[in-house]
């Protein structure tokens, strides 16, 4: 009987250590999976402020079109007889929790689109849809450019 001591003490040690890495598998995943819901909100809210700044742009009162002055403009535009709202709602950065947004200006300082503020390396680098083909390729969220440029003609 003496020769069999320790065994159970060894099995108990493996156990521990096979549920050890299991464990920080099922964490490493887990953080995984969050990060790419987030970036799957940034997509979603960079789109929104796209969207927007192109309806403001686009219903720009007479001939001449002009970009938003700054996010705030997005949720009530009255410069015509019909009040517009492009934007319901200012959105926070999903990467930072933040309400703080890189601004993309034109040369006279007016918004024409957003970016997050995140350092990160994206999850997603490929597979964009057509409209998203800048994004491609992109080294951080930063990079991440939501822009409303005219098609001209």
Not at 10 to 37: D, N, P, W, Y
Not at 106 to 134: H, N, R
Not at 138 to 147: E, G, L, P, S, T
Request: glycine residues 8%; proline residues 7%; without cysteine.
């Amino acid at each position: 009987m003496h020769r069999q001591r320790g065994y159970s003490y060894l099995i108990a040690l493996f156990a521990v250590a096979v549920l050890l890495v299991v464990s920080l598998r099922a964490l490493e995943h887990s953080k995984t999976a969050g990060r790419r819901e987030r970036e799957a909100e940034l997509l979603f809210v960079g789109q929104a402020y796209q969207q927007a700044i192109k309806d403001y742009y686009q219903f720009s009162p007479g001939t001449s079109k002009q970009y938003p002055p700054d996010l705030q403009a997005l949720l009530l535009d009255n410069r015509a007889t019909r009040t517009r709202r492009p934007l319901r709602r200012l959105y926070r950065d999903p990467m930072t929790g933040s309400a703080d947004w890189g601004l993309v200006k034109t040369p006279d300082g007016l918004v024409k689109g957003v970016y997050s503020l995140s350092t990160e390396q994206p999850i997603k680098t490929g597979g964009f849809p057509e409209a998203l083909q800048a994004l491609e390729g992109a080294k951080r969220y930063q990079d991440w450019k939501f822009v409303f440029e005219p098609t001209p003609g």
